[in-house]
């Protein structure tokens, strides 16, 4: 039998204390004990050391009736910062957030995918860029629209940007610079946990050029394999021989976030997203009745998938800016499948949007930098836990 190793429970505990503090803005030693039935001691000397670090910071105390009043203890937002890079096919965007997980910075660019050393020259001025103005140590996180086969150093499933494969050693070579990385589809959901109790149990799905997701269960990522949640194979319709986002009559035909502007600029009308979506605000009949239909099979889509696992919904991706005012017609549209619950008792919308696997990175960043650095920042101290 494997015993156990006492420094191995001390960092163990010290992810329970700084998860405790992801989750409230300020907490004591008492609520964290109490709330994971750790002793008083224990916590105190583990933020102690945190404390010691910069890692967490004392914010006062609170009010007491009587007797000692007990000190609250926060993050330490400055401690560390965190970069995430999320590439597509046209769109680089970027997340910057503190330690304490806030995000202090988002921006994108226009850069069509090409596998050449001028444009990761450019994502590598784009980073730059975006870091230009940070005063503290920080780390980058990276996703690119694929699937990370971590086995064979290869990114699969590249189809989206016009090439089949790409090792990883090959990206960290032409970046540049060391990062964490993973898949946009787990890191877009891993962004939706940070901070909340709520969606500990839920499905992400997320509207992008490639509609993906993730299935979190017990404030994790699940997983069967690099595949899963592939909703925009899901058929929705039988009557479809459209093919042009993936197989006829499915989720990805009719619900890719490039549906409605590239059948616009097939056309010869230049739309872009934000043109859509005022023309539609002004009563364009035409964008309406394409707007209709994008709803209808959106809502087909987040019935099925809430009746397979009976969770909540958390639609995130690029239409997630433009869905928030169609909240309760699209709750409308799913309630005509079924009314048994109302789906306003567990749709959502995410706050992130097509940011969402920007912030993942960086939060990957950060999950990671912990991970490597809480060893030894308890095992410099002469403490015992």
Same mark, same amino acid.
């Given at each position: ?24 803005? /300020? ?7 109490? /709330? ?69 910075? %988002? ?19 784009? /980073? ?40 990883? %050693? ?14 946009? %589809? ?112 959106? /809502? ?31 709750? %409308? ?53």
């Amino acid at each position: 039998m494997k015993k156990t190793n006492l420094a191995d429970v001390r960092v163990q505990n010290a992810h329970i204390i700084l998860h405790e503090l992801e989750l409230h803005d /300020a907490t004591t030693n008492t609520d964290i004990a109490m /709330a994971h039935h750790l002793s008083i001691p224990t916590v105190t000397k583990i933020i102690n050391v945190l404390n010691q670090n910069a890692l967490v910071r004392y914010l006062g105390e609170n009010q007491s009736s009587g007797g000692r009043r007990a000190k609250r203890i926060g993050l330490n937002p400055d401690y560390h910062y965190f970069v995430g890079l999320s590439i597509t096919k046209h769109i680089v965007s970027a997340a910057v957030i503190n330690f304490s997980g806030a995000i202090i910075h %988002s921006d994108n660019i226009y850069c069509q995918f090409e596998d050449t050393p001028a444009y990761w020259e450019s994502i590598r001025n784009f /980073a730059a860029s975006v870091t230009t103005d940070l005063k503290h140590p920080f780390s980058y996180g990276l996703t690119i629209d694929g699937i990370c086969d971590f086995d064979n150093n290869q990114i699969l499933d590249l189809q989206n940007l016009g090439i089949c494969t790409l090792p990883i %050693s090959q990206i960290r070579n032409n970046l540049q610079f060391d990062f964490s990385i993973n898949n946009a %589809s787990r890191l877009a959901g891993f962004a939706q946990l940070y901070g909340k109790d709520q969606f500990a149990n839920s499905v992400f799905v997320a509207l992008n050029r490639r509609i993906s997701g993730s299935l979190i269960l017990n404030n994790d990522i699940f997983s069967l394999n690099q595949f899963d949640c592939s909703f925009g194979n899901m058929v929705i319709s039988t009557g479809s021989d459209d093919t042009s986002y993936g197989s006829a009559g499915s989720v990805a035909s009719f619900c890719s976030a490039s549906r409605i502007i590239d059948t616009l600029r097939e056309e010869g009308i230049p739309d872009t997203y934000d043109e859509f979506f005022s023309s539609l605000q002004n009563g364009n009949t035409r964008y309406q009745k394409m707007w209709d239909e994008y709803l209808d099979c959106l /809502a087909a889509t987040i019935h099925n998938i809430h009746a397979v696992f009976g969770l909540k919904v958390i639609v995130g991706g690029e239409m997630a800016n433009y869905l928030p005012p169609y909240y309760n017609n699209l709750c %409308s549209r799913i309630d005509r499948w079924s009314s048994f619950v109302p789906a306003s008792a567990y749709l959502f919308f995410s706050e992130h949007g097509r940011y969402d696997a920007a912030v993942g990175a960086a939060l990957l960043a950060r999950k990671d930098y912990i991970i490597a650095q809480l060893p030894d920042i308890l095992q410099r101290q002469n403490e015992e836990v």
